[in-house]
């Protein structure tokens, strides 16, 4: 298999110009907290011959084709199996004084929708796994088999934001007393049947609910929740941070996490705002930055992109995060 072939990195080039004006330098680390087939990762070796790479992933599979990708570049880059809700871990661990830029692409990969077997995609039938992480023992099965009614019209209201996460979740619930649910068509088919024909218009009827799930199964938003703090905290002043959400929920709680750290803590009516008060970032981006026509035309993955991304202007206050990452390297 070509890796190149199948991979086309979103906003590749908007990434490494935001990135740059922190990476350029001979001493400069960055992250790439969300690997996947390594895209971005190899652009960014390419375009910076000093930089020092360290890419995290829970996908064994996609740690594997990386490293091969990555293989040219030599110990210039790093490869970690983990969750990127580790990173201020491994960061403390691979570049102690912080590093100059964190990459943050959020989502299924390619790879993971391209392999039919991992059972991602509602258009294709496959096992109902779903997990990022093979070697993780929660899948989508036995979500389906095992969670009751409430939790799952819980899971496909939050994380699907589904409208008839009720009625769904009873069908599930029927159907598992006869037959168990196994394959990715077989829950298409129930969830096909369970919405009413002018619904079905709107959009594939199974794709809030393969979201849902997928999202669980992960622990994905969770996984955000920690990661986004612990990137921050991880950057050396100067550091930039980029990051590409492909559905709201993600989008929302990057948004508010940028949103809290890029404004000043000052009580109102102070008439000097004192050093500790003043935001730890600026944003770099107005609103989110989006695919252009032409990219979403020659990779229609980018299309639901929400691109946002910070620079550190300060360090990490006293009290918070470890001293090895308060200054620059």
Same mark, same amino acid.
């Given at each position: 298999?070509?890796?190149?072939? @199948?991979? @086309?990195?979103?906003?590749?080039?908007?990434?490494?110009?935001?990135?740059?004006? !922190? @990476?350029?330098?001979?001493?400069?680390?960055?992250?790439?907290? #969300?690997?996947?087939?390594?895209?971005?990762?190899?652009?960014?070796?390419?375009?910076?011959?000093?930089? $020092?790479?360290? +890419?995290?992933?829970?996908?064994?599979?996609?740690?594997?084709?990386?490293?091969?990708?990555?293989?040219?570049?030599?110990?210039?880059?790093?490869?970690?199996? !983990?969750?990127?809700?580790?990173?201020?871990?491994?960061?403390?661990?691979?570049?102690? +004084?912080?590093?100059?830029?964190?990459?943050?692409?959020?989502?299924?990969?390619?790879?993971?929708?391209?392999? #039919?077997?991992? +059972?991602?995609?509602?258009?294709?039938?496959?096992?109902?796994?779903?997990?990022?992480?093979?070697?993780?023992?929660?899948?989508?099965?036995?979500?389906?088999?095992?969670?009751?009614?409430?939790?799952?019209?819980?899971?496909?209201?939050?994380?699907?934001? %589904?409208?008839?996460?009720?009625?769904?979740?009873?069908?599930?619930?029927?159907?598992?007393?006869? *037959?168990?649910?196994?394959?990715?068509?077989?829950?298409?088919?129930?969830?096909?049947? !369970? #919405?009413?024909?002018?619904?079905?218009?709107?959009?594939?009827?199974?794709?809030?609910?393969?979201?849902?799930?997928?999202?669980?199964?992960?622990?994905?938003?969770?996984?955000?929740?920690?990661?986004? /703090? !612990?990137?921050?905290?991880?950057?050396?002043? +100067?550091? $930039?941070?980029?990051?590409?959400?492909?559905?709201?929920?993600?989008?929302?709680?990057?948004?508010?996490?940028?949103?809290?750290?890029?404004?000043?803590? *000052?009580?109102?009516?102070? /008439?000097? %705002?004192?050093? %500790?008060?003043?935001?730890?970032?600026?944003?770099?981006?107005?609103?989110?930055?989006?695919?252009?026509?032409?990219? @979403?035309?020659?990779?229609? $993955?980018?299309?639901?992109?929400?691109?946002?991304?910070?620079?550190?202007? $300060?360090?990490? /206050?006293?009290?918070?995060?470890?001293? #090895?990452?308060?200054?620059? /390297?």
């Amino acid at each position: 298999m070509d890796e190149n072939a @199948i991979h @086309i990195p979103v906003l590749r080039d908007r990434s490494i110009e935001l990135l740059a004006p !922190a @990476i350029s330098s001979s001493e400069a680390v960055v992250v790439d907290g #969300t690997l996947g087939m390594g895209g971005h990762a190899a652009a960014l070796l390419t375009a910076f011959p000093d930089l $020092r790479l360290i +890419g995290i992933d829970r996908d064994p599979e996609a740690l594997e084709l990386a490293g091969r990708r990555l293989a040219p570049f030599g110990d210039r880059a790093v490869l970690v199996h !983990a969750v990127y809700d580790e990173i201020d871990e491994i960061v403390a661990e691979h570049a102690p +004084g912080g590093v100059q830029g964190i990459l943050l692409d959020l989502g299924v990969s390619s790879l993971q929708l391209d392999r #039919t077997e991992r +059972g991602f995609a509602y258009s294709k039938d496959a096992p109902l796994d779903m997990r990022m992480d093979s070697t993780a023992p929660l899948t989508a099965q036995q979500v389906l088999a095992e969670y009751d009614e409430e939790s799952l019209r819980r899971i496909f209201a939050e994380y699907g934001e %589904e409208r008839l996460a009720g009625r769904f979740a009873r069908r599930i619930v029927e159907r598992r007393a006869t *037959a168990p649910l196994t394959r990715s068509g077989e829950l298409v088919r129930l969830i096909a049947a !369970a #919405t009413p024909a002018a619904l079905q218009r709107t959009g594939h009827p199974a794709k809030r609910v393969f979201q849902a799930l997928r999202i669980e199964v992960n622990g994905e938003l969770a996984a955000l929740e920690r990661a986004m /703090p !612990a990137a921050l905290d991880s950057l050396a002043v +100067g550091g $930039r941070i980029v990051v590409l959400a492909y559905q709201s929920l993600e989008d929302r709680l990057v948004k508010r996490e940028l949103a809290r750290r890029s404004t000043s803590t *000052a009580p109102a009516g102070l /008439p000097v %705002e004192l050093p %500790e008060h003043r935001p730890e970032f600026r944003l770099l981006v107005r609103g989110a930055g989006r695919a252009s026509e032409e990219e @979403i035309t020659a990779n229609p $993955r980018a299309t639901p992109v929400r691109l946002r991304a910070a620079e550190r202007l $300060r360090p990490v /206050p006293p009290g918070r995060g470890t001293a #090895t990452r308060q200054g620059t /390297p």
